[in-house]
C-alpha cells in the first residue's frame, strides 16, 4: 500500500511538471513569433564566420602591437631618464604610477595609426601567404566584402581611441606632465609680465607681473568702459588667487583704490584689503608647453569660446589639438585600406617591399600630423584645415591603393 502511494505520488508530478513544460514551450512559441524581430537589433546577428575571424585577428595583432612596441618604448625611456630620476630623488610609487601608468596610454593612443597599420600588415600578408585571400575569392567572396570586417575593427579601435583621446588621457595628462615639471624638467614656466585680457564684456584686466607658483600678481588696474567710455578704474599693489575659496575667480586685493566716474563727478574708494570676483583664473595668465593636452574635449570648447569672447589670439593651438583628436580618429579607417590594399596579395619575393612602402607611409602621416600645428600657427592656415591636412592627403593615397587591390 505504501508502494502504491509512492508511485501515485511519482504520477502526479511527472503530468504536473509535464503540463509546466507545455505551458513553457506554448510561452517560447509566443516569444519567438511575436519577439523574434529582435534578433534583428543584435549586431553580433549581421557577423558570419569571417567576419568573426578577421575581426579576433585584427583586435588581437593589435593589442600584441601596442604591448611589443611599448614596452621597448618604456625600456629606452628608463634608460635615458634613470639619471633624472635618481638626481631628483622621485619616488619609485610616483614613477609607476604616475609617470609610467599615465605614459602608456597617452602614446600607445599617440602612435594608434601606427599600430593599426602593423597590425593590419602582419596578419593580412600572413593570410594571404596561407592562400586564405586566394580561397576566399575564388569562392565567390569579392573584395569589398572582404573589407567589411576589417572596416568593422577600425571603427570599433577609432571610438575606443576618440572616447579616450577626448576624456581620459587628459585626466592623465595633468599628473604626467606635474611629475616631468617636478622630477624631469625644472624649465616650467611659472610667471607672465605685461599681461592684459578681457575679462568681461568691456571690462580690461592688466598686470605688470603674475607668479603662477604664489598665484600672486603686482601691478594691478582693472578697467570698466561702458558705451566706450570708462566707467571704472580699479588699482591694486598686489592681487591673489583664493586657491581654497568654494566658488571660482576669487581674488584679494591688497592697497587697493577703485575710481568711479559719473558724468563729470568722481568717487575714489581705497582700503588695504578687498575680496573681489574677476572673470580670470591662472590658468589664463600663465600657458605652458603641453597645456590643452590636460583639457578633455568639452573643456577645450569652453576654454577656446572664453578666449575667443576676451579677443585673445592664443587659441590656436587649443583648436588644432581639439579638430585633432577627431581627425586622428578617422586614420585608422585610411591607413587600414592602405594596409589591406598592400598586403592582401600574395606575392612571390614577399612583402619586404610593400611592408617598407606601408611603413614609410604610416610614418609620414603621423610626421605631417605632428607638423600640422605649425602650419596653423606660423602659416596662418585655418586649424580645422590643418588639423585634416593629413587625412585629405592620405585618403587620396588610399583610395589609388584600394583601387590597384586584387579583385
Known amino acids: 500500500m505504501k508502494d502504491f502511494e509512492q508511485i501515485r505520488h511519482h504520477v502526479k508530478r511527472y503530468r504536473r511538471l509535464r503540463r509546466l513544460s507545455r505551458g513553457w514551450q506554448c510561452l517560447c512559441r509566443f516569444l519567438r513569433r511575436w519577439l523574434g524581430w529582435l534578433k534583428y537589433l543584435n549586431p553580433f546577428h549581421y557577423l558570419k564566420r ?17 604591448i611589443l612596441i611599448i614596452s621597448i618604448a618604456i625600456v629606452f625611456d628608463v634608460n635615458e631618464n634613470l639619471a633624472k630620476f635618481t638626481a631628483y630623488n622621485a619616488p619609485l610609487k610616483a614613477i609607476v604610477f604616475d609617470y609610467y601608468a599615465n605614459f602608456v596610454p597617452y602614446f600607445s593612443n599617440l602612435f594608434s595609426p601606427l599600430f593599426v597599420f602593423i597590425a593590419v600588415i602582419f596578419f593580412t ?18 573584395f569589398k566584402r572582404i573589407m567589411r570586417p576589417y572596416m568593422i575593427s577600425a571603427a570599433l579601435i577609432a571610438l575606443v581611441n576618440f572616447y579616450l583621446g577626448s576624456m581620459v588621457i587628459p585626466r592623465g595628462n595633468v599628473t604626467r606632465l606635474n611629475f616631468e615639471n617636478q622630477y624631469k624638467n625644472t624649465k616650467k614656466v611659472t610667471s607672465a ?74 568717487e575714489i574708494t581705497s582700503g588695504s584689503r578687498i575680496d573681489t570676483l574677476i572673470m580670470m583664473e591662472p590658468m589664463d595668465l600663465v600657458y605652458s608647453t603641453g597645456q590643452q593636452e590636460t583639457f578633455t574635449s568639452p ?11 576676451r579677443g585673445s589670439q592664443n587659441v590656436v593651438q587649443y583648436e588644432v589639438e581639439f579638430h585633432k583628436r577627431i581627425a586622428t580618429s578617422f586614420a585608422s579607417f585610411i591607413l587600414t585600406i592602405i594596409g589591406v590594399s598592400l598586403s592582401a596579395r600574395k606575392r612571390k619575393g614577399g612583402m619586404g617591399k610593400y611592408l617598407g612602402i606601408g611603413l614609410a607611409l604610416s610614418f609620414s602621416y603621423i610626421m605631417l600630423q605632428t607638423v600640422s600645428a605649425t602650419f596653423a600657427i606660423q602659416a596662418d592656415t ?3 584645415m590643418a588639423a585634416w591636412i593629413p587625412n585629405i592627403i592620405f585618403v587620396v593615397i588610399a583610395y589609388f591603393c584600394y583601387r590597384q587591390a586584387p579583385n
Do not use: C
Open 50 to 66: 569571417i567576419d568573426r575571424y578577421i575581426i579576433s585577428k585584427f583586435i588581437g595583432t593589435y593589442i600584441y602591437s601596442i
Open 125 to 142: 600578408s600572413k593570410l594571404a601567404g596561407n592562400s586564405e585571400i586566394i580561397a576566399m575569392l575564388a569562392a565567390g567572396v569579392s
Open 193 to 266: 609680465q605685461n599681461v592684459q585680457l578681457q575679462v568681461g564684456q568691456g571690462v580690461i584686466a592688466y598686470m605688470q607681473q603674475y607668479d603662477d607658483r604664489t598665484k600672486m600678481g603686482w601691478g594691478f588696474s582693472l578697467d570698466k568702459f561702458e558705451n566706450k567710455k570708462l566707467v571704472s578704474h580699479m588699482t591694486a599693489s598686489t592681487i591673489q588667487y583664493d586657491t581654497i575659496s568654494d566658488s571660482r575667480f576669487h581674488w584679494k586685493a591688497q592697497n587697493y583704490k577703485i575710481r568711479t566716474l559719473k558724468g563729470l563727478r568722481e
Open 299 to 309: 573643456e577645450l570648447l569652453q576654454y577656446i569660446s572664453k578666449q575667443q569672447e
Open 382 to 384: 585655418p586649424p580645422m
